[in-house]
């Protein structure tokens, strides 16, 4: 079952302006990662942030999460046309071994 | 580094023939694989784990006999979908952890996936 969802379903802004995902989850986790996808290819890993982290940054990107409402945020800054893709929030249980992955969101960047 | 490949990242077959996918890993030994089934549109779903030298682990509501898994080296990983049919066409994506570090902190690398159409 796919355990994080996500809002919103799809985003569409001008280049320059920022983007922000959100994502919630159900149990409990180990780790909570953030993962871009391109048009028809596989996925690749922007950021992970622990359980026991409450923000972490990587260039243009800012993570959060909030254990306490089982959330995450991931804002993109002074986006890019490049950016356009979809991003999904994917969730390591306490066990840490299988990760399940949320709706995603479709973010569109117009030059 | 940590490169996963998959191919083919096109196949067309007709109904009830058999299809296999390949997932390798390039320069990191990967004990454990994952396949995701993903529709259009919409999230990757979770079928099986694949362990090397060991039966996959499937998820709930996948067949294990329509979904054949083969994880005989520490770098490859192969799904077979047997006597394929129009319902099974959809996007296929492996992936596997760097086993060097901590699996429950390590990210997924992920291939860039195996389009099936069914026809």
């Known amino acids: 079952s796919q355990q994080g969802e996500e809002d919103p379903q799809a985003l569409s802004i001008q280049e320059g302006e920022n983007a922000t995902m959100n994502c919630s989850y159900k149990?409990?986790?180990?780790?909570l990662q953030w993962y871009r996808q391109n048009s028809g290819r596989g996925l690749v890993h922007l950021i992970l942030i622990r359980s026991n982290e409450r923000e972490k940054h990587s260039g243009r990107l800012r993570v959060t999460l909030d254990t306490s409402k089982k959330s995450s945020s991931l804002l993109i800054t002074a986006s890019r046309a490049a950016d356009t893709a979809s991003y999904f929030c994917?969730?390591?249980?306490?066990?840490?071994?299988?990760?399940?992955f949320g709706a995603g969101t479709r973010l569109f960047v117009k030059a | 580094g940590a490169v996963v490949s998959q191919h083919p990242s096109r196949v067309i077959c007709k109904s009830g023939t058999s299809v296999k996918i390949e997932c390798r890993s390039l320069?990191?030994?990967?004990?454990?694989m994952f396949w995701y089934r993903q529709f259009p549109k919409q999230s990757l779903m979770l079928m099986a784990t694949?362990?090397?030298?060991?039966?996959?682990?499937?998820e709930q509501g996948v067949e294990k006999d329509k979904f054949l898994i083969n994880h005989a080296s520490l770098t490859l990983s192969t799904l077979t979908v047997t006597s394929a049919h129009p319902e099974d066409s959809s996007f296929y994506i492996c992936?596997?952890?760097?086993?060097?570090?901590?699996?429950?902190?390590?990210?997924?690398?992920f291939g860039n996936g195996t389009r099936l159409t069914v026809t």
């Open positions: 694949s362990n090397e030298g060991s039966k996959a682990t499937y």
């Open positions: 992936s596997a952890r760097d086993g060097t570090g901590p699996l429950n902190n390590s990210p997924l690398h």
């Open positions: 320069d990191f030994q990967a004990t454990t």
């Open positions: 994917a969730t390591a249980n306490t066990g840490g071994f299988k990760t399940i």
């Open positions: 149990t409990s986790i180990n780790n």
